[in-house]
Structure formats: structure tokens, C-alpha cells
């Protein structure tokens, strides 16, 4: 089977390797329609030095050591389906949790909160597999199913929708608040996406980049140029005063990180997503004297893939405009596309 395989820095290879053929109980094998290119993917190509156990050292849990299969965004169909897997079945089409090994005896794990363990294992960097081939091999509750209106395409979608969604959460917004989205970043169009899904319409989208902001505004968000727009001003207006209850920040600078704080209302949340170059400061005595919060979210949790998907069945999610699609053999050109590309999505097709 065809895979893409990195060896190590800047050394990506497409290749022939034997087809997978062990499925063992509990387990399913996916015929991959459509694998995403994202942010991970490009610091895993260009600074494999910074990402923890991609290496020629075997990782704790996995095994797996370079060269490794890319590929975390991954939608695909059963083709086969190994023994005691219950509710699933040979054609069933789905969205697949890339999250494949955790210690689960660290502080992370026993919190409930395995994305942030320092073993975690994941499809596509450090596990056996990645979904850059023709074929993987998953446990079948990694099988997230889509429903018959939502097709591969946007099934490879789940995936990168879901740390917006988990950053949406985290935030504490509620259905008929007010929130404001800095970034509009492919995280940032799940997150506007998930604000929408949930019934939060009254978002405004911060943006400093043209060609993003002309994205997700034709998405339908309402977007501000905050260089040369008033955003406090527009958050006045949309909070009378107030401040929005909830900032989500996706962007990674500081100026972002500033003005979400700066707009929220007394007791409301900042959510930050981004991850950051330098280390970010800020104003303790605004968190301190209006009870303001700042939480981290990363990754995503298996109820993030079912609400989104839910959420797609409804029609909530659109790809028109910001989803780009690249044959297989075209996937370095599509990282190095992606690094210099001012916000879309690139989808790889693997298999028609």
C-alpha cells in the first residue's frame, strides 16, 4: 500500500509498504478516504527536534520510532472488522479518533484529561500507523460513524473541528451569550463554527489578516480588522458596555491574548488555544479584580467528534471556500503550501 512516510526533518518519502493484514479482536480496518495537513503536521516536517518521542528511539507505549506514518485527520470506510466489534459493520463510513495510547497513571490521565499526558500516543506522529496511507488499523471505538448526509470529505474535518469545539467548551459559553474569536485560523473557523452550533450567534471574529478575515466572513461571521477597526468600541456596542462573557484565543500573539482579555466582562472566561513563541504576559490585577478566568484547551474528547458530527448532520458546517483538495502525490507540496497559505484547509485524497 501507498504511504507517506517521514524520516526526519524535511524528509518526507511516499512508498510502497506491505499492506496491512492483522486485525486483531476489538479492532476494525479503514480503507482512508481523506487525511488532513495541519499546524502538527508542520511542525512535526520543519522542527521535529521540539515534538516529543518522533525519533529513532522506540516511544514508551507504541514502540513507534521513525520512519513515521503522517497523518491525524483522518476519515475513512470499514472494510473489515476483526471479532467482539459490536455496532459496526463492512461499509460503515466515519471520522477516526487519532488518540491511540495514554500512561493513564499520570496526574493528566487520572484528571480525566488524557490529551495532556506526557506519554500520549496519537496516529500519525508517534503510534504505529498514520492516516497518510491507503490503510489503518484502529481499535473500533477510535470509529467515529458519520450519518448518510455528511460524506469522507467533511468526515476528515471532524478531527481539526474538534479542537475549536473543545476550546468553545472550555470557554463556558452558553446558547444566547456574547463572545469574541481572536483568529481566524482553520482553529479559529471550528471555534466560530462551534459558537454557532451551540447558539451562541453574537460573536465577533478579531482578524488582523486580510484573506482571512475575507474567509470567514463569507462563512457568514461578522469580522473586524482590529488594526485598523475600533474593537473595543464594536464590543461596546454588541455588550452595551458589558464585555463578552467569552474570548476564545486562537490566534498565538500577545496583542490576541490582550484584547481578549481586555473585552471580557467581569467573571467571564478566556479559553486559549494557540500555542505561542514567546512567552505571553498579563495584567493579573484585570484578572484579579473582575474575577476573570484563563483556561487552556488542547486536543479534544470522543463526545467532541459525536457533537460535531451531530452538528454537521444538521448542516451547521460548510466547506465552500476555506477546504482545498491535493492528490496524494502532492502532499509536500501541500505542507509547504500550508506554511505559506493565509488560512485554508487542505484535505489530502488518498482514496476515491
Not at 495537513?37 to 521540539?50: F, K, N, Q, R, T
Not at 508517534?126 to 455528511?150: T, Y
Not at 503550501?337 to 482514496?351: F, P, Q, T, W, Y
Request: charged share 20%; hydrophobic share 40%; net charge negative.
Amino acid at each position: 500500500m501507498k504511504a507517506a512516510r517521514f524520516y526526519g526533518k524535511e524528509d518526507l518519502r511516499l512508498e510502497e509498504i506491505p499492506e496491512l493484514t492483522e486485525v486483531g479482536p476489538g479492532q476494525v480496518k479503514v480503507k482512508v478516504g481523506f487525511a488532513g495537513i495541519c499546524g502538527s503536521d508542520l511542525h512535526v516536517y520543519y522542527y521535529p527536534e521540539l515534538i516529543p518521542f518522533i525519533s529513532d528511539e522506540p516511544h514508551p507505549l507504541t514502540g513507534a520510532k521513525l520512519p513515521q506514518i503522517l497523518g491525524h485527520e483522518i476519515s475513512g470506510t470499514i472494510v473489515e472488522a476483526g471479532d467482539d466489534v459490536d455496532g459496526l459493520a463492512v461499509g460503515d463510513r466515519g471520522a477516526v479518533f487519532p488518540l491511540v495510547a495514554t500512561c493513564g497513571k499520570c496526574s493528566a490521565c487520572r484528571n480525566g484529561v488524557p490529551m495532556s499526558c506526557r506519554l500520549m500516543a496519537a496516529l500519525g506522529s508517534n503510534a504505529a500507523s498514520g492516516g497518510l496511507s491507503d490503510f489503518i488499523v484502529i481499535d473500533a471505538d477510535k470509529f467515529h460513524r458519520l450519518p448518510e448526509n455528511v460524506d469522507l470529505r467533511m468526515g476528515a474535518l471532524v478531527e481539526p473541528m474538534a479542537v475549536g469545539w473543545h476550546a468553545v467548551v472550555r470557554s463556558g459559553a452558553e446558547s444566547g451569550s456574547t463572545a469574541l474569536l481572536v483568529g481566524a485560523g482553520p482553529v479559529g473557523i471550528g471555534a466560530w463554527y462551534a459558537f454557532r452550533a451551540m447558539g451562541i450567534d453574537n460573536v465577533l471574529v478579531s482578524e488582523t489578516n486580510v484573506e482571512r478575515r475575507q474567509g470567514i466572513a463569507a462563512l457568514g461571521a461578522t469580522v473586524i480588522d482590529p488594526v485598523n477597526e475600533d474593537l473595543a468600541g464594536r464590543i461596546d456596542e454588541m455588550t452595551a458596555g458589558e464585555g463578552v462573557s467569552a474570548a476564545v484565543e486562537a490566534s498565538g500573539s500577545q496583542s490576541g491574548f490582550d484584547s481578549a482579555m481586555a473585552n471580557l466582562a467581569p467573571s467571564g472566561r478566556v479559553s486559549v488555544v494557540a500555542m505561542y513563541e514567546e512567552q505571553v504576559r498579563f495584567d493579573a490585577g484585570n484578572v484579579m479584580l473582575g474575577q476573570r478566568e484563563i483556561v487552556g484547551a488542547v486536543g479534544y474528547e470522543p463526545q467532541d467528534f459525536d457533537d460535531i458530527i451531530e452538528a454537521m448532520s444538521r448542516g451547521v458546517y460548510s466547506t465552500e471556500g476555506w477546504v482545498t483538495e491535493r492528490e496524494f502525490d502532492a502532499v509536500e507540496t501541500a505542507i509547504r503550501e500550508l506554511r505559506d497559505d493565509a488560512g485554508s484547509k487542505i484535505l489530502i485524497k488518498v482514496n476515491s
